[in-house]
């Protein structure tokens, strides 16, 4: 099982819920802390979790006997993919309680689906890259949040970048070249660094026209808090795979 790659986790820009008809007005800081107090919780979930499935030996119920990735395994790898949807598409139907949930479930299968990293990966490593990650995340959002460059049209740039990406996998899941994995994590690391600055630059948009303390800006807080943890995640991923020193 030490020879797992840890799985890489793309979650597009959740922009579905968006919505410029939303309520006007009031704390724009007040909505920005909510989405970044939701993603901390989350990663903190993850994290938490991560740890859990890999000390207890739980890890053990996700990969069958022969190395491969057991009815469980696929379960809860696909389960964060399906709880994205769930929560895209049911944002006007679900109340802001039950997206919290489906947040928290999300965060919670997260958290178990990558917990091979810490049997892949020193906990120095992993440490380090988190660290690292962190600091980046950080800088980029301080970037988007502040910057008066328009940062919308590197959007759609960006994004076809990350469906490019995913073709490259794609392709190399049958080719196998080092070299272009090395690429391939290259431009994630790349690509995820530049969404945080436009994820957060858009979410600050929309703070400017929602009330935070309305269902509405609590549900598209939560959506804007999905955005962004998938951005870290991701170039954390991409980031351990170039610096992680494997155990």
């Known amino acids: 099982?030490?020879?797992?790659d840890p799985p890489r986790i793309f979650g597009g820009n959740n922009t579905s819920g968006f919505s410029s008809s939303a309520p006007i007005v009031t704390d724009e800081r007040a909505f920005m802390n909510g989405v970044f107090g939701w993603m901390a919780g989350?990663?903190?979930?993850?994290?938490?979790?991560?740890?859990?499935?890999?000390s207890s030996g739980a890890?053990?119920?996700?990969?069958?006997?022969m190395g491969g990735m057991s009815m469980m395994g696929w379960v809860v790898t696909l389960a964060p993919l399906g709880f994205i949807l769930a929560m895209n598409f049911g944002l006007q139907r679900m109340s802001a309680a039950s997206l919290a949930l489906l947040f928290v479930a999300f965060s919670a299968t997260m958290g178990a689906s990558l917990s091979s990293v810490f049997l892949v990966y020193s906990m120095g490593s992993l440490t380090q890259v988190f660290g690292i990650t962190a600091g980046t995340f950080l800088v980029m959002s301080?970037?988007?949040?502040?910057?008066?460059?328009?940062?919308?049209?590197?959007?759609?740039?960006?994004m076809m970048a990350l469906v490019g990406i995913l073709l490259a996998m794609v392709v190399n899941w049958f080719l196998g070249s080092s070299a272009l994995d090395f690429g391939i994590s290259v431009l994630g690391v790349l690509?995820?660094?530049?969404?945080i600055a436009y994820d957060t630059q858009k979410l600050k948009r929309i703070a400017a026209g929602v009330e935070y303390g309305s269902e509405h800006g609590r549900k598209l807080a939560l959506l804007g808090a999905t955005s962004l943890y998938l951005d870290f995640i991701n170039l954390f991923l991409f980031l351990l795979r170039l610096l992680g020193r494997r155990d």
């Open 42 to 54: 989350g990663l903190a979930i993850t994290a938490a979790m991560a740890w859990f499935f890999a």
């Open 1 to 4: 099982m030490s020879n797992q």
């Open 142 to 158: 301080i970037i988007g949040y502040t910057t008066s460059t328009d940062l919308s049209r590197f959007g759609s740039m960006l």
């Open 191 to 195: 690509i995820f660094t530049g969404l």
């Open 59 to 65: 890890i053990t119920l996700l990969y069958n006997e």
